[in-house]
């Protein structure tokens, strides 16, 4: 085998000199000749009823070609946007989503008719003379509320908002008979716009002579946009072409579904026999692409005295939006993690799915994870204030340490150390003398804060044992690889790299697999008309030990081709050939050895072993045997300014264990990246609606505090090292671990600072006003408790 | 009515008849072809458009193309010299300081002036003097890092060396 040389390397990107050079290929930087522009009409209520379109008005505009409303679109798209099969099994309602409205809105934002113009600006002037005659509707905006019988209903004539109600795990008041203590809290999860620097953006070109569509679009998963959007739009996916991007400005989970504007764009192409292309712009993209989060936890946790955890009881309800998200009910995995990194005698969990007139929500950087995470964290904080118990004890009581260990949901935890990680958080962040100085400030009036976060996660989505009956779709994914005549590389894979560094990070891989320079290799993704027929996709931190799986398979197979050959051409027995470093030699002649690329030159010429086809490639597709387990330790250091409710973020630690690393320079930008999406939901943003009039109160970036350099604190990280057991590279995944981790540390931080004002528990985000009055209220209270005293 | 405009983008002179209402960052993008001046908001708060003006940060979506009369503009595209990169560009490729891409032009713009003006800044006016602009992929670490390590190859004499993040690697 090759020794390994360039996994574990800080190579640099080779994604870099062109994007730092100003020449990336981003979904705004692409014409097409004759092509037009597609404004969308979109609804400026939460829920009304169309009365009529009048359309004349913009027709006449400038520069105008056509406007299409339903009537124009309902005999050329099939069915509705997809919704997973399961996930959640006990689906109640699932209302269908066609991509643009025919007589009622259910969200601001829904379209309801398309401009297309010669230039960009003239569809939007002429989008603004669409006159659409609207009936207001009660608008169902709190999932509370919604949940209420007599509630108004998000689509007219629908039985009630339920999308689903799921119990995993039931009630039991036995379970709880052991616990000593029991605590109980409602956790909110505010909602919150992914904001990708790049939004959303389309360009279809439907040839109706050669009936064949090219659709570039900004996505994660260009095969699933063919395969969904294609089919609806009654294309064939040997008729369709997807290109993602060819460059994506960032994903974040928000473009890992077929979205309605390209099923729009791609009839408007077939129409108008033009190119379409649309372009999200921000304040569009807060409405009409999907939101993250947006649930309540209520949560019972019982533990005995000496800090044994007994039993845990979650009810999730999750604001779905107006449409269920195309893969909303993934989310109602916090349940299934709900227990985190410790061992409880009963979990009862159940997840309820509640309709409400907004965008839609879907997977957000971690999906379920995170929620799951600062559930169970703020879990163990409180139940350590109850009885007593430092945190970090308490966490150390309870840990999982035989692995695999298998969850009370039947889950199973590849590998793990989480006392480990624990361990080394502690010593870098001085634990001990922390604490000393927390007590010494709190004589002074000064209130600093410890937050721990020992998170574990799901991901490496996934095996298709499990996410073929979950998700409708087995998770695998595929690879092919190619080696040239004269001994070049060509890699193609099924997963979509826009941001994730998979063309450097992959091709460290194949260097390391076939013993070739890392230079010979060029890496493909993100267009279906190259490499295997079908990709899955990138989500759930599953590129590498899914997709990078895959591209090793393919490597090993074109070695073992390679090495049959070899054995001919240096007529020797195979199994007398050896394979290193990228030659092949006779056992005991390294000297007479032959290149991969010699072998590669021979495989597509004469004189080949019996029956041997030419060529040299191979397509493999990796199905995991189980998903994989990152894990870490996070240590955050606040202070919190009790007369302003300002928090000052003092320091962040994060030790993290991700497996096997192929670059880790890359694994820490993933983290950096992802513990910052997750203090700002700790501290930061938060979407508004107006609960009356259904209106998004925070609809431009002025009104939503995405974080800047300037409100970001030093990282510390650091790692450990517990190769994964379902994968032969030992890897697990990193692009979400710092989401899940770190909005429970900053949050159990602010409660631990608090504590003296006897406030056990503070809601996302914390804000300065939110600390302020929290603390006001404790202050008043505690007041009034000494007033009754007197 | 159009209005001419007479500008000059990265050293090459252009002129041009354009509406009064379009922007410059337009301008640049639809007209010019210069597509490395990226568009990531439409309320002025992502600073992905940011060109420099006569020498001075400015974010493209700011201004009317034909408030360019006469200035001299410098884009991304105007940065690396005889194929070689500028030293901001080198930095952002050195210390990892992208990843998505998307943000970046617009970020080597902004410390580009913040350099001009303040050759030798502390880590603090780093970050105050890029708090225009958003990134959503590298949480500020590595872009922070990346122009501390250009301001040292550009010659700042007493920038900070970019430190590594990681204290402790491996178990």
């Not at chain 2, 006469?70 to 050195?94: C, N, V, Y």
Request: net charge negative; glycine share 10%; charged share 20%.
């Amino acid at each position: 085998m090759a020794v390994t040389t360039m996994i574990g390397a800080r190579i640099h990107r080779r994604e870099d000199p062109r994007l730092v050079s100003g020449h990336g290929r981003f979904i705004d930087d692409m014409t097409r000749p004759h092509m037009a522009f597609m404004t969308v009409v979109r609804s400026p209520y939460a829920h009304a009823k169309i009365r009529s379109i009048d359309a004349s008005e913009a027709k006449k505009a400038p520069g105008v070609h056509a406007v299409y409303t339903y009537a124009d679109f309902k005999d050329h798209i099939t069915g509705g946007v997809p919704v997973t099969a399961a996930f959640v099994a006990e689906k109640k309602y699932v209302p269908n989503q066609f991509p643009i409205a025919h007589d009622e809105v259910v969200y601001q934002g829904e379209p309801v008719a398309v401009v297309l113009a010669n230039e960009s600006g003239q569809a939007a002037d002429a989008a603004l003379l669409v006159k659409v005659d609207y009936e207001p509707l009660a608008a169902v905006m709190d999932i509370e509320k919604a949940m209420e019988k007599g509630s108004p209903t998000v689509h007219l004539g629908a039985p009630d908002n339920i999308g689903w109600d799921l119990t995993y795990s039931p009630d039991s008041p036995e379970a709880f008979k052991e616990a000593e203590v029991v605590v109980k809290e409602r956790i909110l999860q505010q909602r919150l716009f992914p904001i990708a620097m790049e939004g959303r953006g389309v360009v279809a070109e439907y040839d109706g002579y050669d009936k064949h569509l090219t659709l570039w679009t900004s996505t994660q998963i260009p095969h699933f946009v063919r395969l969904f959007v294609g089919t609806a739009c009654g294309l064939a996916e040997s008729q369709v072409r997807v290109i993602a991007g060819p460059d994506v400005g960032g994903g974040f989970g928000s473009k890992i579904r077929p979205y309605v504007e390209e099923y729009l764009a791609v009839i408007a192409s077939k129409l108008s026999s033009r190119p379409v292309k649309w372009i999200e712009g921000r304040s569009e993209n807060l409405v009409a692409t999907t939101h993250g989060r947006g649930q309540i936890f209520d949560i019972e946790v019982g533990a005995k005295k000496d800090g044994t955890l007994v039993a845990l009881k979650v009810t999730q309800y999750i604001d779905l939006g107006g449409y269920q998200g195309v893969f909303g009910a993934f989310q109602a995995v916090a349940c299934l993690l709900s227990g985190g990194a410790y061992r409880w005698k009963h979990i009862a969990a159940r997840t309820v799915g509640v309709l409400t007139n907004k965008t839609s929500t879907d997977p957000y950087r971690g999906a379920g994870r995170p929620e799951a995470t600062h559930l169970v964290e703020r879990a163990i904080d409180l139940v350590a204030r109850e009885i007593g118990m430092d945190p970090v004890e308490l966490r150390r009581k309870n840990f999982a340490t035989e692995f695999p260990f298998t969850n009370n949901f039947g889950l199973v935890y590849d590998s793990g150390n989480y006392g480990g990680t624990l361990d080394k958080a502690l010593e870098l962040a001085n634990y001990k003398d922390l604490r000393r100085e927390q007590e010494a400030l709190r004589k002074q009036g000064r209130y600093l804060g410890i937050g721990l976060s020992t998170w574990i996660e799901i991901c490496g989505l996934g095996p298709s044992a499990a996410t073929a009956p979950a998700a409708g779709v087995a998770l695998v994914e595929s690879s092919q690889v190619r080696i040239h005549p004269t001994g070049g590389v060509s890699v193609y894979v099924g997963t979509h790299s826009h941001g994730q560094s998979h063309d450097t990070t992959f091709a460290q891989i194949v260097a390391d697999t076939l013993g070739v320079p890392y230079d010979s290799i060029e890496m493909h993704h993100g267009d279906t008309a190259e490499g295997p027929a079908m990709g899955y996709g990138t989500y759930g931190s599953r590129s590498l030990a899914v997709g990078g799986m895959s591209i090793r398979m393919s490597c090993l197979k074109v070695v073992d081709k390679a090495k049959k050959l070899a054995a001919h051409i240096l007529e020797a027995d195979e199994a007398d050939v050896v394979f290193d470093q990228g030659r092949f030699h006779v056992k005991g002649s390294p000297e007479k050895a032959k290149a991969l690329g010699e072998i590669a030159f021979a495989s597509y010429g004469a004189g080949l072993p019996e029956g041997m086809e030419q060529g040299l490639e191979a397509v493999s597709y990796f199905d995991p045997p189980n998903f994989t387990w990152p894990f870490g330790a996070h240590i955050c250091v606040v202070e919190v300014d009790p007369e302003t409710g300002a928090v000052d973020m003092r320091k962040y630690i994060a030790v993290d264990d991700c497996g096997n690393v192929i670059n880790p320079m890359v694994v820490e930008g993933q983290l950096h990246g992802g513990i910052v999406q997750g203090i700002a939901q700790a501290l930061f943003e938060e979407v508004v609606y107006d609960d009356e009039s259904g209106q998004l109160r925070t609809g431009t970036l002025t009104d939503y505090l995405v974080p800047t350099a300037n409100e970001i604190p030093e990282l510390v990280l650091a790692s450990t090292v517990t190769p994964s057991p379902s994968n032969a590279l030992g890897v697990k995944g990193i692009g979400e671990a710092g989401t899940i981790a770190s909005s429970a540390a900053v949050i159990n931080a602010i409660c631990d600072a608090l504590a003296p004002f006897g406030i056990k528990h503070v809601d996302m985000p914390a804000s300065p006003d939110r600390l302020w009055k929290q603390i006001q209220q404790a202050r008043e209270h505690s007041n009034g408790e000494r007033g009754a005293r007197k | 009515m159009k209005h001419k405009v007479a500008t000059t983008v990265n050293g090459s002179k252009h002129e041009h008849e354009v509406e009064p209402r379009l922007l410059l960052v337009h301008y640049l993008r639809d007209v010019l072809g210069l597509t490395g001046t990226h568009i990531g908001c439409d309320t002025s708060q992502c600073g992905a458009c940011t060109i420099l003006v006569d020498g001075k940060a400015v974010k493209s979506c700011t201004m009317f193309a034909v408030q360019a009369e006469g200035r001299s503009l410098t884009t991304i595209e105007g940065m690396a010299k005889d194929g070689e990169l500028h030293p901001l560009q080198q930095a952002f490729w050195d210390e990892h300081g992208l990843q998505c891409g998307y943000c970046t032009p617009g970020f080597i713009m902004a410390a580009a002036y913040l350099l001009d003006q303040n050759p030798n800044p502390t880590e603090d006016e780093i970050r105050r003097g890029l708090e225009g602009n958003l990134c959503r992929c590298t949480g500020y670490v590595n872009i922070v890092k990346s122009v501390q390590a250009a301001a040292k190859t550009m010659g700042g004499a007493h920038a900070k060396p970019a430190e590594s993040q990681s204290a402790v690697r491996g178990s």
